[in-house]
């Protein structure tokens, strides 16, 4: 048995965490990471100081960070939305608790398939603590980009984690593959769908490891050159230097222009990567487009359009030096298409095997 409730605050949740999302992209793009210099309030107060008074005691208690109110809103709005996610995640985490009292009382058979949920919501519910506490570190240690990085993979990883327990209750989901006769095409795709997603992961890493080191623009407006160049001048090992110090305030980066240009171009190979990945699996779906369900054939579908659309938004970017509204949606679709092929693996692993499935 499947609790409708948990479903539908998951799907409210899912939409929660997108916002969230794409929140931290635009506060991150317009500079606004320390637009607040404390944490969680902003200057001591709840909200953005905006009154004569509240700006004067705001800059007597943090001398050294005048009050921009441009850039407080955007931090604090960014909060208000994480903090509200956090809220769902506990009444998630609540509800799937009732839920397995509920089944223990009556000595439900499904207990045993509702009991992963469980799992699932105190997972999320760690998950979002870690959260807050790299939102506080982002500001704390001065936007220090491992940071930074870690707190994006982090809110990605939360989106994926609400998605799929969106799935796994919805009425029509199974929570456990059937195993008998699963033909060996089917394993097969499981696991290439599954390494798609870790490729898609890695480079969803990058991409903040570009941003937290502010190496988007190290090629300036050219492709597929850069700066001119197929293969510029590039410093790998200071541009992937994990170790740099804490104490510097990071804002606007640190790095050297041939490490950014290191980290830049790393982050192009690895679209290049994922785009051959997911076309090879693509083409292996198709090639079996009579053995897949539905299900299964629409999930490919919907990963083809998202991949398409984030390689325009991609080469969008660079040439037009990134625009505010394209980096929000490039920072948007890598999140939908990492939804894209969570909803892949899954229809994989959990569709129904059909007659058409086993032949």
């Given amino acids: ?192 769908a599954i390494i798609a997603l870790v490729l898609v992961g890695v480079q969803i890493f990058l991409g903040a490891w570009t941003a937290s080191n502010y190496a988007a623009l190290a090629c300036g407006s050219d492709f597929p050159t850069c700066q001119s160049s197929m293969w510029p001048e590039m410093n790998f090992a200071g541009g992937f230097n994990f170790f740099q110090a804490i104490g510097p305030n990071y804002l606007g980066g640190l790095f050297d222009n041939e490490s950014r240009v290191a980290i830049q171009m790393t982050h192009r190979i690895g679209a290049l990567i994922v785009t051959l990945f997911l076309a090879y699996l693509l083409w292996a779906m198709k090639s079996l487009t009579k053995q897949l369900s539905h299900k299964q054939h629409r999930a490919a579908k919907w990963v083809l359009i998202f991949l398409l659309a984030q390689l325009l938004l991609g080469v969008s970017n660079v040439i037009w030096l990134i625009p505010l509204s394209i980096a929000v949606a490039h920072n948007g679709m890598g999140a939908v298409l990492l939804l894209s092929l969570v909803n892949l693996n899954y229809q994989l692993r959990c569709d129904p095997l059909t007659n058409k499935n086993t032949e």
């Fill in 1 to 192: 048995m499947h609790n409708l409730a948990i479903n539908r605050l998951a799907l409210v949740s899912t939409i929660f965490a997108s916002v969230v999302v794409l929140l931290g992209a635009w506060t991150r793009l317009v500079d606004a990471g320390l637009g607040c210099p404390d944490w969680p309030g902003c200057y001591g107060f709840f909200s953005v100081p905006t009154t004569s008074e509240e700006i004067a005691t705001a800059e007597m208690r943090f001398p050294d960070a005048p009050v921009e109110v441009a850039k407080g809103w955007p931090e604090m709005i960014h909060r208000y939305f994480a903090s509200s996610l956090g809220l769902l995640i506990i009444g998630l985490t609540i509800l799937s608790i009732r839920e397995r009292k509920k089944e223990r009382l009556v000595a439900s058979s499904s207990t045993g398939s509702n009991s992963a949920p469980l799992k699932h919501c105190i997972a999320l519910l760690i998950l979002v603590i870690c959260q807050g506490l790299f939102g506080m570190w982002t500001v704390t240690l001065k936007l220090w980009p491992q940071v930074v990085s870690l707190h994006l993979i982090g809110g990605f990883t939360t989106l994926s984690l609400l998605y799929l327990l969106y799935l796994r209750t919805s009425p029509s989901a199974r929570t456990k593959a059937d195993k008998i006769n699963r033909p060996e095409w089917l394993s097969r795709l499981n696991k290439l």
